[in-house]
Structure formats: structure tokens, C-alpha cells
């Protein structure tokens, strides 16, 4: 797939230290970089995001993979593969999450939060009311509600990536353990 609208040119300073922290410039900045306000807010929102605390890291990337798995957004995948080598998250578990229901290596709760991004990903949405409720009973109302924004904003990010064509720079390729690959059919409910 090629890129459905042209990079912009970075500002110097910006470019600089987006390969200073990850070794090159994402391309999601560089399309996003045509409305510089629009980029700027982006990246403004992403960073606070990045701050959030009541919700386990490792169960918010765990929900933004299995998003990009169900999006098909692998620009998302790669980054978030990526994310947890460097948030010193479980490998084994994160190369698995594109195959979550198959894989032995998750505990019940990192299922049940992947379920739920899977059910918040679908049109419409699918979450009940039990799955809701096991989630809050488990993590509290703080982190239920900062795991609900994250995941709403793991689906803004990886329905505008595929949108604008953008796929895998090969981010996880650091990693030791290789990505499996979402199986054909995932059990997860989608409506068009």
C-alpha cells in the first residue's frame, strides 16, 4: 500500500528528536505535518496519554495492539511492539496479542481487557454490560475509564493511519521475538 497523502517537511528541531527517540521519523507525523495545528494538537494529546497511570501499561498496549490487529493497521502493531521492548513488557505475551484467543500466555484479565478493545473496535460497539463489569470490579472505576479513553484513541489512531495508507517502518524489528501474525478468523464480531 502506498501513502494516500504526501509527507510534509518537519521542522528541523521536531525531526531531530523524533530520531533521537526512535531512530526515524514516523510517518503518521510526517502526513499529519500538512495541518501543522492539527499535528501539533496530536501530538500534544498523544504525549498527555502517554502520562496516564491508573490503567497497567503493559494492559493499555496490550488493548492498542489488539485494535491494530482488528483494524489492520500494522503501523500500530510494529510502534507498539516496539513500545513494549522499550517499556520492558513481557515480549512473549506482547508477539502474541495479534492471536490473543489462541495464545496460552495470557492471564484472564489481559484477555478480558483484549476483549474489550476488540468490543469497543466493533461497528457498533459491542462491550456488555458483564464485560464492563468484571473490567471495573478488576481495575476500578479510575483505570476502567482511562482504559476506555485509551483504547478509543488506539482506534482514532489506527482507523487514520490505514486511512491515509500509512503501514509498518519496521520499528519492531528490534525485537527478538517475532510478531505472529492475526489468524484468518479471530472470533471477533465486525459489522461494516
Wanted: charge should be negative; include cysteine; proline fraction near 6%.
Amino acid at each position: 500500500m502506498a501513502l494516500r497523502v504526501p509527507k510534509a517537511e518537519l521542522p528541523a528541531e521536531l525531526r531531530e528528536n523524533l530520531i533521537k527517540q526512535l531512530g526515524s521519523v514516523p510517518e503518521p507525523n510526517e502526513v499529519l505535518w500538512n495541518n501543522p495545528k492539527l499535528a501539533e494538537a496530536n501530538q500534544e494529546f498523544s504525549a498527555k496519554v502517554a502520562t496516564w497511570d491508573a490503567a497497567d501499561a503493559s494492559l493499555k498496549t496490550f488493548a492498542h495492539m489488539a485494535v491494530a490487529a482488528q483494524v489492520g493497521c500494522s503501523w500500530c502493531l510494529d510502534i507498539n511492539y516496539f513500545a513494549a521492548l522499550n517499556q520492558h513488557l513481557d515480549l512473549a505475551k506482547a508477539s502474541q496479542v495479534p492471536r490473543w484467543r489462541e495464545s496460552q500466555v495470557f492471564t484472564p484479565l489481559e484477555r478480558e481487557v483484549m476483549e474489550y478493545a476488540e468490543a469497543m473496535t466493533n461497528t457498533p460497539t459491542t462491550v456488555t454490560d458483564e464485560l464492563s463489569a468484571s473490567l471495573l470490579g478488576q481495575l476500578g472505576p479510575a483505570a476502567l475509564v482511562e482504559l476506555t479513553v485509551f483504547i478509543g484513541f488506539a482506534n482514532l489512531a489506527a482507523r487514520c493511519n490505514t486511512a491515509h495508507g500509512i503501514t509498518s517502518q519496521g520499528y519492531s524489528d528490534a525485537c527478538e521475538i517475532p510478531l505472529a501474525g492475526r489468524p484468518q478468523t479471530s472470533g471477533a464480531a465486525s459489522a461494516s
